[in-house]
């Protein structure tokens, strides 16, 4: 991304291993997440930056210190580098890790990629999977895992009613999340119609479209006037987290999961609130074995998130039909 706006595909010198505990992978395909766009709309800074942080491909190489993976392995890779083996990484916070390094530095919208920490960040599939299951797998280096830590850090689960706030992948898979853990009845916040659509797909029992302090009025009004038990926060504005914050019943749980930038909450808002709230970069390396697994069974399907596919040297498109909300998600091939 050279600026705000300008996305283009270049040639860059192939990776090569540097450390014992990297490995080389040839990727079989990326995507763009809804965080690329913060660079894209000016949010955040961009000059001349590498991009991409979600992938999945086949091993080529592996540095003489890496153990669980070797060439030819299909695998899938966290979107924070972990070691997986530093106190805060056996305690399930691997996003935290003391060697995290983000994805987005190294940039996998590209053909290969070096990984760093490769045991502790990629996990090998069971063999060579269908083709039918790579955008499965690929939702979940992110957005699967960070919408599944999300619903768990709202303690979603039988008996609860849990709200999603924003109908981006993420939140989309948190629905799909709280539906696995057995959420018994879970509230859509859209306004999108083919957003509702897969909201429902993947366990959405009803959909509110109202906002801000409508959308809060309109939780209550479905919760008895409690709130929710379980609140998933996806977008990352002002207005999605407070909503978010008072949608949440007292002592309700609020996982919060949204990049967000400029938002402030009132310390006397959140401390009268008396909810429990957990967030922030997800470990997708705690839950990806599981993950890959349920893939592997075809017990879920994230996949269905994706819904536009193009070449990675159209990237810039799939970056603007992103930004105009023409695509929830957009895969690239390779």
Not at 29 to 40: E, F, Q, R, V
Not at 104 to 111: H, L, V, Y
Not at 295 to 321: H, K, M, S
């Amino acid at each position: 991304m050279y600026s705000a706006g300008d996305v283009r595909v270049e040639d860059r010198e192939d990776p090569t291993i540097i450390d014992p505990t990297d490995a080389v992978i040839r990727l079989t395909a990326t995507c763009i997440c809804g965080s690329d766009l913060w660079p894209y709309r000016g949010i955040e800074p961009a000059d001349h930056q590498v991009m991409g942080h979600e992938y999945v491909g086949v091993v080529e190489e592996v540095g003489d210190e890496v153990t669980t993976i070797k060439p030819g392995d299909f695998v899938v890779g966290s979107f924070v580098i972990s070691d997986n083996t530093c106190e805060i990484c056996r305690a399930g916070f691997q996003s935290k890790c003391v060697h995290a390094e983000f994805v987005a530095q190294i940039g996998t919208q590209a053909e290969k990629a070096r990984i760093p920490y490769a045991d502790g960040t990629l996990v090998a599939t069971p063999g060579e999977p269908d083709a039918d299951l790579v955008p499965a797998l690929l939702a979940a280096s992110d957005v699967l895992g960070t919408g599944w830590f999300a619903a768990d850090a709202a303690q979603a689960g039988p008996g609860k009613t849990v709200a999603v706030v924003g109908d981006g992948a993420v939140g989309l898979m948190a629905i799909l999340a709280a539906k696995h853990l057995g959420a018994e009845r879970i509230i859509a916040m859209s306004r999108h119609p083919e957003r509702q659509k897969l909201a429902r797909h993947y366990g959405a029992t009803d959909i509110v479209t109202e906002r801000g302090d409508e959308g809060v009025a309109r939780i209550k009004e479905l919760t008895g006037g409690l709130g929710a038990h379980s609140v998933v926060e996806a977008v990352g504005t002002q207005e999605s987290f407070m909503q978010a914050v008072g949608a949440t019943r007292g002592g309700g749980h609020l996982g919060y999961v949204g990049v967000n930038y400029d938002v402030t909450i009132p310390g006397i808002q959140l401390f009268f609130a008396g909810i429990h709230t957990l967030g922030g970069p997800a470990p997708v390396r705690r839950y990806l074995p599981e993950l890959i697994r349920m893939i592997w069974d075809r017990t879920i399907d994230p996949g269905l998130v994706f819904d536009l596919t193009l070449p990675l040297e159209r990237a810039a498109e799939g970056y603007q039909a992103m930004d105009e909300r023409r695509a929830t998600k957009v895969l690239l091939t390779l």
